[in-house]
């Protein structure tokens, strides 16, 4: 999916952000197949299963477990048809997910090649907090961040003054 070229900026803040929420000795559920993040993840020693690729909009089977004490969900929910139904699922009492955000000046992305590679939603801060607290969350930190690139034009200039990620830890009401 990346190509070699690893958003490094979005992994150390979602580091940092996940090592101030949650304990290493913690039990991490990462929905989302294996890959780059959760592999850092491990290395740092967090203990993380991944999910096995299950269209989370049709089973939500793999949240309902208590064999976990946190879900993570890092740019996941903007692919779903309905983040409602897997979120109102989980059964971990802690939930640390991030979502790209509705930019203005640009729409959605659309990969031409691979359908699970495909934004339904790109959200506003206040609906991804609505849809958290309305599917029984209770919001605990909150942030966003920029991720600026080092191309030149317009666009470019509005992505390092424009947060584009949006970073949230909750806990089951």
């Known amino acids: 999916m990346y190509e070699g070229k690893f958003p490094k900026k979005r992994y150390r803040h979602t580091l940092k952000f996940l090592n101030e929420v949650i304990s290493k000795e913690e039990k991490i559920l990462d929905l989302g197949v294996p890959n780059p993040f959760s592999e ?23 949240v309902k477990t208590d064999d976990f004490d946190v879900v993570t969900a890092f740019e ?29 000046f ?12 495909r934004h339904y939603h790109e959200f506003e801060d206040w609906q991804f907090d609505w ?5 029984g969350w209770r919001i605990v930190k909150k942030e966003q961040f920029t991720n600026p690139v080092k191309n030149i034009g317009i666009r470019p200039i509005l992505r390092r003054i424009t947060p584009r990620y949006y970073l949230v830890y909750a806990e089951r009401k």
């Open 40 to 62: 850092i993840l491990t290395n740092e020693g967090f203990q993380v299963t991944n999910t096995k690729g299950e269209d989370l909009d049709l089973d939500t089977n793999v």
């Open 106 to 117: 640009a729409s959605a992305y659309r990969s031409k090649t691979d359908e699970w590679d």
């Open 131 to 135: 849809l958290l607290e309305k599917s």
């Open 76 to 104: 996941i929910f903007e692919h779903l048809v309905s983040p409602f139904n897997v979120l109102q699922d989980i059964r971990a009492k802690k939930l640390v997910a991030s979502v790209p955000l509705k930019l203005w």
